[in-house]
């Protein structure tokens, strides 16, 4: 089946830094990706949807400053986190839908930790 | 999302039974709909899926059901295992491009 990979899978930071996460189709492409967060014992919340060659679609109440999505090719969606906070602390997942099917495959999360 | 997750409930079920896991869906037009598994700190986990033009679809040892009058959705595991033992969601969209909405979770406990 197809894969999606997220890179870091776990990452500690200092408040006030930015942390960069990434999320690959390794074997398939993707004009899209979604991107979720998801914070203890709750469900995924989606932030924003990632679109190759344009602009994110975030999410109300999610700061498009704040949390940068840079859909760098067909196989690649960047989020980065700037001037992260504690409150930024949380597991961020991405997805992806294969073409054609739509079926989304997501990847193993990356667990940002700010401190 | 139209789903806002809140703290999760757990359902403890004995190994060798069986579990129904329940989900209220929010939106009346999605017509895509999917169960996924979630262990500690990994991603969602594919385990069966439905559209709206079913209302039963078997899996291995897994059944959804779906109701739309009542927009529920319901996920069955036979013969529970200890490997079971996860938070599972549910999720809707409207098939395409868009993104899953995700229903708050249930933790499944299984006591061996």
């Known amino acids: 089946g197809a894969v999606v990979s997220q890179h870091p899978s776990w990452v500690i930071c200092k408040s006030g830094t930015s942390v960069k996460i990434e999320c690959r189709s390794l074997d398939f492409q993707a004009t899209t990706m979604f991107w979720y967060r998801q914070f203890p014992k709750q469900s995924l919340m989606l932030m924003a949807t990632s679109n190759e060659g344009s602009k994110a679609t975030y999410e109300q109440g999610v700061e498009k400053d704040k949390f940068l999505i840079n859909h760098a090719s067909l196989t690649l969606s960047t989020l980065t986190v700037t001037s992260a906070h504690p409150e930024d602390s949380s597991f961020y997942i991405c997805?992806?839908?294969?073409?054609?099917?739509?079926?989304?495959?997501f990847g193993e999360g990356s667990r940002l930790t700010v401190l | 999302g139209e789903s806002v997750g809140l703290h999760l409930p757990t359902l403890s079920v004995q190994e060798g039974d069986n579990s129904i896991i329940n989900c209220a869906y929010s939106n009346s037009a999605s017509d895509y709909f999917i169960w996924y598994k979630q262990e500690s700190g990994k991603g969602p986990q594919f385990i069966i899926d439905?559209?709206?033009?079913?209302d039963k679809r078997q899996g291995q040892r897994v059944t959804v059901l779906l109701n739309k009058t009542v927009k529920h959705l319901s996920l069955q595991i036979a013969a529970t295992q200890p490997g079971d033992s996860a938070v599972y969601f549910c999720a809707e969209n409207i098939v395409g491009n868009t993104p899953l909405v995700f229903g708050k979770g249930t933790r499944l406990s299984v006591i061996a």
């Open positions: 997805s992806a839908p294969l073409t054609g099917t739509g079926e989304l495959f």
């Open positions: 439905i559209r709206s033009n079913m």
